[in-house]
């Protein structure tokens, strides 16, 4: 059964630092997604990540797949207050057909 | 791209009544599911919505308390029966292209159950 974990669960950062986020899957996985969740919205695509080594990039945002080890980063940059939110990273699994979403890491930039 | 609206957006219901949601898609989706996701917490799968036929559900979630329906490839509705203050969370529903590469989601239902 496919599980997916993400750390650290939450984080609050100073503005203009770089952070990492951790996306680990427990099976094989054809496509890792990324969404953004503010409060009291429903979720925003940010990222579709489809074969080993993608490297997808917007803003201050950067995602990556290494299918081998299992694991996505969801990489921030000289990160701003509007980047405060939560960040779901799913897989999806072909055989089951079934997208299935991480713990969420909640961000929090500090002014 | 597809649209996904759901309805209601927001309710208050009374514990042991019955609220049905629907989701309508302006396109037609392979695949359509739905997601609970409770206060503070990541999004659940709740089933996988089959056209014209019954639901596939994941462990934890049976048709008796969740029935779903699901019509044709635009429109599938879910039923949260018999509601206690536990079933108080946002209820997702998401579809697929063709491709399978995006997933869809709506805006969300937000249960409150008092």
């Known amino acids: 059964e496919l599980k997916v974990e993400q750390n650290p669960l939450f984080l609050s950062m100073q503005e203009g630092k770089n952070y990492t986020i951790y996306c680990n899957y427990s099976t094989t996985s054809d496509r890792l997604y990324w969404y953004r969740q503010d409060p009291g919205k429903s979720l925003e695509s940010l990222f579709v990540l489809l074969s080993n080594g993608a490297v997808k990039q917007e803003g201050r945002l950067m995602a990556s797949l290494d299918t081998k080890a299992r694991l996505s980063t969801l990489h921030i940059t000289a990160a701003v207050h509007d980047l405060s939110a939560t960040y779901f990273c799913a897989a999806f699994t072909s055989g089951t057909y079934k997208y299935i979403f991480g713990t969420g890491t909640r961000l929090k930039v500090l002014a | 791209s597809a649209v996904i609206s759901q309805k209601p957006s927001r309710d208050i219901c009374q514990r042991g009544t019955s609220l049905t949601i629907q989701c309508q898609v302006d396109s037609q989706v392979t695949m359509m599911f739905w997601y609970r996701q409770q206060p503070g917490q990541s999004l659940t799968l709740i089933a996988t919505?089959?056209?014209?036929?019954?639901?596939?559900?994941e462990s934890g979630f049976v048709i008796d308390k969740f029935p779903i329906s699901r019509p044709n490839l635009t429109f599938s509705t879910l039923t949260v029966s018999n509601m206690s203050p536990e079933d108080s969370s946002i209820y997702l529903c998401s579809g697929t292209g063709n491709s399978g590469n995006t997933i869809y989601f709506g805006e969300g239902s937000w249960l409150t159950v008092v």
């Open positions: 919505a089959n056209q014209g036929s019954e639901a596939t559900y």
